[in-house]
T-cell receptor, first 113, second 113 residues
Framework: DQQVKQNSPSLSVQEGRISILNCDYT??????FLWYKKYPAEGPTFLIS?????DKNEDGRFTVFLNKSAKHLSLHIVPSQPGDSAVYFC????????????FGTGTRLKVLA | ETGVTQSPTHLIKTRGQQVTLRCSSQ?????VSWYQQALGQGPQFIFQ???????GRGNFPPRFSGLQFPNYSSELNVNALELDDSALYLC????????????FGSGTRLTVV
């Protein structure tokens, strides 16, 4: 039972354009969501998070949108840069803080120069 | 400030053997979580330790065990290795109460033959 789904295994975007990565979840008890970025041979790196009491959180070029009614969140990267090429994981938690996260299967983003 | 370090980086074991993976948490962190990432999948939660006590466990058999030491470093032990245990094992540390996710190590790549 995949509670967090990233239905696009890969995405290619031209440098300077917007990258939109999507994530769907099924468990309405989730109230904290995160995005991680992973380069080969490295561990995932925290990127941005959002609590269920918000519908948007922004940090520089990265913005996460949360649509609770649709159980959907998305990560927008504007403008996309070649260094953004990595695998992006969406994760969800049932409680803010440090308890277990449920991860999606990831989306491989390739930003073309 | 040192990050999360894991050892060894790579390991090859034979089916039926036992393995111990080690993790040093980031300075100031008191919580350690272990994840298994199979090829093409997102990280799957194994268990979490908070101040040397287990603070949650995922859907993994009892062959997977662990502990946390007074300095908050941690070990993951897997007994009676099976071929399906081949994966990247990620350790992540955090400070209870923080709200911006874990800091992951680079992982240990375990291959069971």
């Amino acid at each position: 039972d995949q509670q967090v789904k990233q239905n696009s295994p890969s995405l290619s975007v031209q440098e300077g354009r917007i990258s939109i990565l999507n994530c769907d979840y099924t468990n309405s008890m989730f109230d904290y969501f995160l995005w991680y970025k992973k380069y080969p041979a490295e561990g995932p790196t925290f990127l941005i998070s959002i609590s269920s009491i918000k519908d948007k959180n922004e940090d520089g070029r990265f913005t996460v949108f949360l649509n609770k009614s649709a159980k959907h969140l998305s990560l927008h990267i504007v403008p996309s840069q070649p260094g953004d090429s990595a695998v992006y994981f969406c994760a969800a938690s049932g409680a803010s803080g440090t308890y277990k996260y449920i991860f999606g299967t990831g989306t491989r983003l390739k930003v073309l120069a | 400030e040192t990050g999360v370090t894991q050892s060894p980086t790579h390991l090859i074991k034979t089916r039926g053997q036992q393995v111990t993976l080690r993790c040093s948490s980031q300075s100031g962190h008191n919580t350690v979580s272990w994840y298994q990432q199979a090829l093409g999948q997102g990280p799957q939660f194994i268990f979490q330790y908070y101040r040397e006590e287990k603070n949650g466990r995922g859907n993994f058999p009892p062959r997977f065990s662990g502990l946390q030491f007074p300095n908050y470093s941690s070990e993951l032990n897997v007994n009676a290795l099976e071929l399906d245990d081949s994966a990247l094992y990620l350790c992540a540390s955090s400070y209870s109460g923080q709200n911006y996710g874990y800091t992951f190590g680079s992982g240990t790549r375990l291959t069971v033959v």
